[in-house]
Nanobody, 123 residues
Framework: VQLQASGGGLVQAGGSLRLSCATS????????MGWFRQAPGKEREFVAI????????YYADSVKGRFFISRDNAKNTMYLQMNSLKPEDTAVYYC?????????????????WGQGTQVTVSS
């Protein structure tokens, strides 16, 4: 399974961006996909997760109410709508997937990763 993340960029505080994660295939039915981010000098952290079947979502407290994760079944694509962006949201954002059907928030539980897309929020 290959994941391709896109949509990052430079935006002013308070602005919005939408990230996309296109998958090459969806070979397992109970896939869980998510977004993680990593700022310089920090560990990779959980941002949001979606259970593909059913669409149940989970969010980190730091982004709840500002970020929204969704998926398009027909396009095998996951999205992250990021609103009211803050400078502390600056990081490389990665999409990830696992076939366990469990909504892990730990990055090491995910087997498949996209290449990352840079999001920079200026103050």
């Amino acid at each position: 399974v290959q994941l391709q993340a896109s949509g990052g960029g430079l935006v002013q505080a308070g602005g919005s961006l939408r990230l996309s994660c296109a998958t090459s295939e969806r070979t397992f039915s109970n896939v869980v996909m998510g977004w993680f981010r990593q700022a310089p000098g920090k560990e990779r952290e959980f941002v949001a997760i979606i259970v593909w079947i059913g669409g149940t979502t989970y969010y980190a407290d730091s982004v709840k109410g500002r970020f929204f994760i969704s998926r398009d079944n027909a396009k095998n694509t996951m999205y992250l709508q990021m609103n009211s962006l803050k400078p502390e949201d600056t990081a490389v954002y990665y999409c990830a997937a696992n076939g366990d059907g469990l909504a892990y928030t730990r990055a090491d539980r995910y087997d498949y990763w996209g290449q990352g897309t840079q999001v920079t929020v200026s103050s």
